[in-house]
């Protein structure tokens, strides 16, 4: 029976009532100190569930020794079900197998995938046996990977009738995102019930609930023994206590079981075969444990024994000499049967750098990274460094710590390391390979300025393999943060890279070279895609079938096709074809080449061709910044909810892989969206939170917002600002500074950014581009004709705001001519159009100047929006489920458990009128 812990058992009960009652999951944190009772209330919460051999109930004990081995505690909480993985999708498969000491990972898999694989195996289970228990106890000692791996499922747990319960100790296991419940000591009360059935007297009675300060075990440990009077004005803390307590009962215990206790503890994983095996080497054995047993120190179970508390395990090495510790490490390697216990007890026994001993940490280290425990295998490397005679080669381990601890998504670490390997290093190739590290960091803390530069001017001494690929990074963070200087010079360095000379080009303004070279490159990254995912017959799909020119398709079948295109992700390329690491690379880099040239359609394809990959081969930690190229395709083609989605996707991806910092300049590609509708309020709380050299999209967002609600000289005045840095004023931003100084009667301020945006958009001929450049002309000419052939082009075009402002412009225009009733049909339009866009700002303008022609209606009936309806997550659910894509398929997709597919779908269905899948399809879901 537990004593005062009715609330916790209360709340434990709840989550496991949910869980079968409703289907739904939850997960929590229990938080204590030692001895506080977590593992009692585990335990409890175990019992609650049936026992009818199906698994209800999956447990894992973090193990101190086990936690430097990639996967260790994961392998003890699934090795029951481990017959299980063939049920999953097969990356999912593979990548828990990887893990659970199966086959080496497969080369570019993501380490996440293990997550979303315990996700699907855990929501299976659920629905299978009913309600599933996952107890994680002393969650502190977690091997880093399987830490990870849960967190990325429990994080993602919804309504598949699942509860993850962890057990950590104060101070540990931190930054979890999980709810938690701290136990408090117990009350004098409680102390007293729970010491009732001790034969104790009076006044020890007493002495013991002062000295245990409400601690259970502190309770039950001095209950035993008798507490005795605490020194000096400043007792130890309660665990200290306790400690002290074992100490003394292991101090009675023979010398011989003493050793065996040690052994034992120094061995970690309870593995009684490696124990009596070293154990012969020291001269005891099994006999010695009997008094241990005897005084209920351990427990021994088959080929396990247990300390009854951790902290037995603790008195036990640290209560021993440094000689004689040392002595049963050495033991324990010599007679090791397993290579990462022989290097983790051949370090533990090194009093003094050993190049062989290094090595043996460095092979394990290896090991880790084949299984994907890139944070292990940090650790390991750092150990390897430390135990390494040679600067230079601890400066090469350390570098390679780094970037390994890098990858694991800790960039203050990461940054330590690399910097404590220079300063023991002065070789130019290493040198480099840490430039890479720093560079990495300082991009990801939000200064790709600073990593531009260190990219390149680093790449000549980099390794061959290396150099162009620095130079390439090093010129697109350059070109996307303004520091131009280092665009030029990767230029020189790489002569025969197009990609970079382009982005050249275009830092000196020559748009007539630069753009083409980009779009050129665009057009045949989007061939090889098509290509390599099967998609060849899209003739029918991107371009008339006449012609196979997306320019002479209708704005509506554009805008049809982009719909489904950039709302799934690609989700129809579901092709089997393995493609290289290399074309995944350039895919992304020519997604956001077709941004900078405004090629909508390539980047929506391009992009959604990248999300489609990394979500067929999970490759879950490449997809925020994918998913941030797509919600800005989105945005420009007029897919606001789908680009809402997109981004909200990816900000929960960027927390669940451990890169939180991503959030801001994530939440900047919204910021267009909240300027078009006039949301100050939330345009100024995204701005915020973007580091500054990633300004560029909240800044010409704020001047957007100023010309929305007719604040044209501070429009202008942030548009001339923007001016001053090339890379951040985009060319939509030029011709957005041509409106706002014509309407604030200075013409004269704008035309060169007249010049440089007529100059771009002729150089790429994107039909919108070339449709805006004629309304600039109309602009500044005050004439008819350039209104007329702009709006023709609209018709070919794909941006709905864009094309809205023309004819609220051109509405304008023929109001003031005294031509009313001409000037009703754009206006209508308009107004059509920022309704659906729900740009507030413009539509008012447009109704008031429709209301000025003598027109009192003011507004169009429009069907209702029906994705306005959903959630980010219903809206992405529903749009698959629309295109016949199974719930387990969809899961995969978004990385969630088909229940919680099934529970998105259940919730959307009322929302749009509807009761099934079936009804889906006859629905149409569009925002323009």
Request: hydrophobic content about 45%; proline content about 5%; glycine content about 8%.
């Given at each position: 029976?537990?004593?005062?812990?009715?609330?916790?058992?209360?709340?434990?009960?709840?989550?496991?009532?949910?869980?079968?009652?409703?289907?739904?999951?939850?997960?929590?944190v229990?938080?204590?100190?030692?001895?506080?009772?977590?593992?009692?209330?585990?335990?409890?919460?175990?019992?609650?569930l049936p026992?009818?051999?199906?698994?209800?109930?999956?447990?894992?004990?973090?193990?101190?020794?086990?936690?430097?081995i990639?996967?260790?505690?994961?392998?003890?909480l699934?090795?029951?079900?481990?017959?299980?993985?063939?049920?999953l999708?097969?990356?999912?498969?593979?990548?828990?197998?990887?893990?659970?000491?199966g086959?080496?990972?497969?080369?570019?898999?993501?380490?996440?995938?293990t997550?979303?694989?315990?996700?699907?195996?855990?929501?299976?289970?659920?629905?299978?046996?009913?309600?599933?228990?996952?107890?994680?106890?002393?969650?502190?000692?977690?091997?880093?990977?399987?830490a990870?791996?849960?967190?990325?499922?429990?994080?993602?747990?919804?309504?598949?009738g699942?509860?993850?319960?962890?057990?950590?100790?104060?101070?540990?296991?931190?930054?979890t995102?999980?709810?938690?419940?701290?136990l408090?000591r117990?009350?004098?009360?409680d102390?007293?019930r729970?010491l009732?059935?001790?034969?104790?007297s009076?006044?020890?009675?007493?002495r013991v609930?002062?000295?245990?300060?409400?601690?259970?075990?502190?309770?039950?440990?001095?209950?035993v023994?008798?507490?005795?009077?605490s020194d000096g004005?400043?007792?130890?803390?309660?665990?200290?206590?306790?400690?002290?307590?074992?100490?003394?009962?292991?101090?009675?215990?023979?010398?011989?079981?003493?050793?065996?206790?040690?052994?034992?503890?120094?061995?970690?994983?309870?593995?009684?075969?490696?124990?009596?095996?070293?154990?012969?080497?020291?001269?005891?054995?099994?006999?010695?444990?009997?008094?241990?047993?005897?005084?209920?120190?351990?427990s021994?179970?088959?080929?396990?024994?247990?300390?009854?508390?951790?902290?037995?395990?603790t008195?036990?090495?640290?209560?021993?000499?440094?000689?004689?510790?040392?002595?049963?490490?050495?033991?324990?390697?010599?007679?090791?049967?397993d290579?990462?216990?022989r290097?983790?007890?051949?370090?533990?026994?090194?009093?003094?750098p050993?190049?062989?001993?290094?090595?043996?940490?460095?092979?394990?280290?290896?090991?880790?990274?084949?299984?994907?425990?890139?944070?292990?295998?940090?650790?390991?490397y750092?150990?390897?460094?430390?135990?390494t005679?040679?600067?230079?080669?601890?400066?090469a381990?350390?570098?390679a710590?780094a970037?390994?601890?890098?990858?694991a998504?800790?960039?203050?670490?990461?940054?330590d390391?690399?910097?404590?390997?220079?300063?023991?290093?002065?070789?130019?190739?290493?040198?480099?390979?840490?430039?890479r590290?720093?560079a990495?960091?300082?991009?990801?803390?939000?200064?790709?300025?600073?990593?531009?530069r260190?990219l390149v001017a680093?790449?000549?001494?980099?390794?061959?393999?290396?150099?162009?690929?620095?130079?390439?990074?090093?010129a697109?963070?350059?070109w996307?943060?303004?520091?131009?200087?280092?665009?030029?010079?990767?230029?020189?360095?790489l002569?025969?890279?197009?990609?970079?000379?382009?982005?050249?080009?275009?830092a000196?303004?020559?748009?007539?070279?630069?753009?083409?070279?980009?779009?050129?490159?665009?057009?045949?990254?989007?061939?090889?895609?098509r290509?390599?995912?099967?998609?060849?017959?899209?003739?029918s799909?991107h371009?008339?079938?006449?012609?196979?020119?997306?320019?002479?398709?209708?704005?509506a079948?554009v805008?049809?096709?982009?719909?489904?295109?950039?709302?799934?992700?690609?989700?129809?390329?579901?092709?089997?074809?393995?493609?290289p690491?290399?074309?995944?690379?350039?895919?992304?880099r020519?997604?956001?080449?077709?941004?900078?040239?405004?090629?909508?359609?390539?980047?929506?394809?391009?992009?959604?061709a990248?999300?489609?990959?990394?979500?067929?081969?999970?490759?879950?930690?490449?997809?925020?910044?994918i998913?941030q190229?797509?919600?800005?395709?989105?945005?420009?083609?007029?897919?606001?909810?789908?680009?809402?989605?997109?981004?909200?996707e990816?900000?929960?991806?960027?927390?669940?892989?451990?890169?939180?910092?991503?959030?801001?300049?994530?939440?900047?590609?919204?910021?267009?969206?909240?300027?078009?509708?006039?949301?100050?309020?939330?345009?100024?709380?995204?701005?915020?939170?973007?580091?500054?050299?990633?300004?560029g999209?909240?800044?010409s967002?704020?001047?957007?917002?100023?010309?929305g609600?007719?604040?044209?000289?501070?429009?202008?005045?942030?548009?001339?600002?923007?001016?001053?840095?090339?890379?951040r004023?985009?060319?939509?931003?030029?011709?957005?500074q041509?409106?706002?100084?014509?309407r604030?009667?200075?013409?004269?301020?704008?035309?060169a950014?007249?010049?440089?945006?007529?100059?771009?958009?002729?150089?790429?001929?994107?039909?919108?581009?070339?449709?805006?450049?004629?309304?600039?002309?109309?602009?500044?000419?005050?004439?008819?004709?350039?209104?007329q052939?702009a709006?023709?082009?609209h018709?070919?075009?794909?941006r709905p705001?864009?094309?809205?402002?023309?004819l609220?412009?051109?509405?304008e225009?023929?109001?003031?001519?005294?031509?009313?009733?001409?000037?009703?049909?754009?206006?209508?339009?308009?107004?059509?159009?920022?309704?659906?866009?729900?740009?507030?700002p413009?539509?008012?303008?447009?109704?008031?100047?429709?209301?000025?022609?003598?027109?009192?209606?003011?507004?169009?009936?429009?069907?209702?929006?029906?994705?306005?309806?959903?959630?980010?997550?219903?809206l992405?659910?529903?749009?698959?489920?629309?295109?016949?894509?199974?719930?387990?398929?969809?899961?995969?997709?978004?990385?969630?458990?088909?229940?919680?597919?099934?529970?998105?779908?259940?919730?959307a269905?009322?929302k749009?009128g509807?009761?099934s899948?079936?009804?889906?399809?006859?629905?149409?879901?569009?925002?323009?």
């Amino acid at each position: 029976m537990l004593y005062g812990r009715n609330n916790e058992q209360a709340r434990i009960a709840g989550l496991l009532t949910e869980a079968r009652d409703h289907r739904r999951s939850g997960a929590l944190v229990l938080r204590g100190e030692a001895g506080i009772g977590k593992s009692a209330l585990l335990a409890e919460a175990a019992r609650l569930l049936p026992t009818d051999g199906i698994p209800h109930v999956l447990r894992v004990t973090g193990v101190e020794a086990e936690s430097g081995i990639a996967f260790a505690s994961l392998t003890q909480l699934l090795w029951p079900v481990r017959d299980r993985l063939d049920t999953l999708p097969t990356p999912q498969a593979a990548a828990l197998r990887s893990a659970l000491g199966g086959p080496e990972a497969v080369p570019g898999r993501d380490r996440f995938t293990t997550g979303l694989a315990v996700l699907t195996l855990l929501a299976d289970l659920a629905d299978e046996g009913g309600p599933l228990l996952c107890v994680v106890d002393d969650a502190q000692w977690l091997d880093t990977p399987t830490a990870e791996t849960l967190l990325f499922a429990a994080r993602r747990l919804a309504a598949e009738g699942v509860v993850m319960l962890f057990a950590a100790r104060d101070g540990a296991f931190t930054g979890t995102g999980l709810p938690e419940l701290r136990l408090e000591r117990l009350e004098q009360r409680d102390a007293e019930r729970l010491l009732a059935t001790r034969d104790l007297s009076p006044t020890v009675r007493a002495r013991v609930i002062q000295e245990a300060a409400g601690n259970p075990l502190a309770l039950q440990e001095l209950g035993v023994s008798g507490a005795r009077p605490s020194d000096g004005p400043n007792p130890l803390p309660v665990a200290d206590r306790v400690l002290a307590s074992f100490r003394d009962q292991i101090g009675r215990l023979p010398e011989g079981t003493r050793l065996v206790l040690l052994i034992a503890a120094a061995e970690g994983r309870g593995h009684m075969p490696s124990q009596l095996r070293a154990g012969r080497s020291l001269g005891v054995g099994l006999a010695d444990l009997e008094e241990a047993e005897r005084a209920g120190l351990v427990s021994v179970t088959g080929r396990d024994i247990e300390f009854r508390h951790p902290l037995i395990g603790t008195a036990s090495y640290h209560g021993a000499v440094a000689a004689q510790r040392v002595a049963v490490h050495r033991a324990l390697a010599e007679t090791a049967d397993d290579d990462d216990c022989r290097a983790r007890h051949r370090a533990s026994a090194a009093m003094a750098p050993d190049e062989d001993v290094a090595v043996d940490v460095q092979n394990a280290a290896e090991r880790a990274v084949r299984r994907m425990g890139y944070a292990t295998a940090a650790t390991l490397y750092r150990q390897a460094a430390d135990l390494t005679p040679s600067a230079h080669a601890r400066a090469a381990r350390l570098g390679a710590a780094a970037s390994l601890t890098l990858q694991a998504g800790r960039l203050d670490e990461a940054a330590d390391l690399a910097v404590q390997a220079d300063a023991l290093t002065g070789d130019p190739a290493e040198r480099a390979r840490l430039a890479r590290v720093h560079a990495t960091v300082e991009y990801e803390r939000g200064d790709p300025r600073a990593a531009s530069r260190m990219l390149v001017a680093h790449a000549a001494d980099a390794a061959p393999g290396e150099h162009a690929a620095m130079l390439r990074t090093g010129a697109m963070y350059g070109w996307a943060s303004g520091e131009l200087t280092a665009v030029l010079r990767a230029a020189e360095l790489l002569p025969d890279d197009r990609a970079t000379q382009a982005l050249a080009l275009l830092a000196r303004d020559d748009h007539a070279q630069g753009v083409p070279l980009l779009t050129e490159l665009v057009e045949e990254a989007r061939g090889r895609t098509r290509v390599a995912n099967g998609a060849a017959h899209t003739r029918s799909t991107h371009g008339s079938p006449a012609t196979g020119d997306p320019s002479r398709t209708s704005a509506a079948a554009v805008s049809s096709r982009l719909r489904v295109r950039g709302a799934n992700g690609a989700a129809h390329l579901t092709g089997t074809h393995e493609e290289p690491a290399a074309d995944s690379a350039e895919r992304v880099r020519s997604a956001q080449f077709a941004l900078i040239v405004g090629a909508d359609e390539a980047a929506l394809e391009l992009a959604g061709a990248e999300v489609a990959h990394c979500r067929r081969h999970g490759l879950i930690g490449a997809l925020p910044n994918i998913l941030q190229t797509l919600a800005q395709a989105q945005i420009a083609v007029g897919l606001h909810a789908d680009a809402e989605a997109t981004v909200a996707e990816a900000i929960a991806l960027a927390r669940d892989t451990g890169r939180p910092h991503r959030e801001g300049r994530l939440g900047a590609v919204l910021a267009r969206i909240a300027a078009i509708e006039g949301n100050e309020t939330r345009l100024r709380e995204l701005v915020a939170e973007v580091p500054p050299p990633h300004g560029g999209l909240g800044d010409s967002a704020l001047a957007l917002l100023d010309l929305g609600l007719g604040r044209c000289e501070d429009a202008l005045r942030r548009y001339e600002e923007l001016a001053h840095e090339p890379a951040r004023h985009s060319p939509q931003s030029a011709a957005d500074q041509v409106e706002a100084a014509v309407r604030a009667g200075q013409p004269a301020r704008v035309k060169a950014a007249l010049k440089r945006f007529r100059s771009w958009a002729e150089a790429g001929e994107q039909p919108w581009a070339l449709a805006v450049s004629l309304r600039c002309e109309a602009l500044m000419t005050d004439s008819e004709e350039p209104y007329q052939q702009a709006i023709r082009l609209h018709e070919q075009a794909t941006r709905p705001f864009e094309r809205a402002r023309t004819l609220l412009l051109y509405g304008e225009w023929l109001r003031r001519a005294r031509r009313r009733a001409e000037a009703r049909v754009p206006l209508r339009s308009a107004i059509e159009i920022f309704e659906r866009l729900r740009a507030t700002p413009w539509l008012e303008r447009a109704r008031a100047e429709l209301r000025a022609t003598g027109e009192s209606g003011g507004s169009i009936p429009t069907a209702p929006d029906l994705i306005d309806r959903l959630t980010p997550q219903e809206l992405q659910v529903v749009r698959l489920a629309a295109t016949g894509t199974s719930s387990r398929d969809i899961a995969a997709q978004l990385f969630l458990s088909p229940r919680t597919v099934e529970y998105h779908l259940y919730k959307a269905y009322p929302k749009l009128g509807i009761s099934s899948r079936k009804e889906l399809s006859r629905l149409t879901l569009e925002t323009s």
